[in-house]
């Protein structure tokens, strides 16, 4: 079974950056796609970018950030630069199949979800 291990969150003053990371195990890393979608408090749940091979898409309001991947670390990152209070939220990593990113972004629903990593930019 997927497990997604989330890293990489904290306080960061806006303007700021931060990379998260995801380590993936319990599959072969590239039989999936995989995501970042956060959560404020009160706020519905977002899709922010998603990769699958060397393909990549990101949420075109999030375009300050930047999904990319280490097949030989089974590790996903999301790169964060510019960041602004109203990025605070619980930021996931997901595994998923059978989506094209695109739609998976609109809709960041997956079988598999890490335990999230909160970020905080203060103003």
């Known amino acids: 079974e997927v497990q997604l291990q989330a890293s990489g969150g904290g306080l960061v003053q806006a303007g700021g950056s931060l990379t998260l990371s995801c380590v993936v195990s319990?599959?072969?890393?590239?039989?999936?796609?995989y995501g970042w979608f956060r959560q404020a408090p009160g706020k519905e749940r977002e899709g922010v970018a998603c990769?699958?091979?060397?393909?990549e898409y990101v949420n075109p309001a999030q375009s300050r950030f930047t999904i990319s991947s280490d097949n030989a670390k089974n590790t996903v990152f999301l790169q964060m630069n510019s960041l602004k209070p109203e990025d605070t939220a619980i930021y996931y990593c997901?595994?998923?199949?059978?989506?094209?990113?695109?739609?998976?972004?609109?809709?960041?629903?997956?079988?598999?979800w890490g335990q999230g990593t909160l970020v905080t930019v203060s103003s």
């Open positions: 997901a595994a998923f199949r059978g989506r094209l990113l695109r739609q998976w972004v609109s809709n960041p629903v997956s079988k598999y």
């Open positions: 319990g599959v072969v890393f590239d039989s999936y796609a």
């Open positions: 990769i699958s091979g060397r393909t």
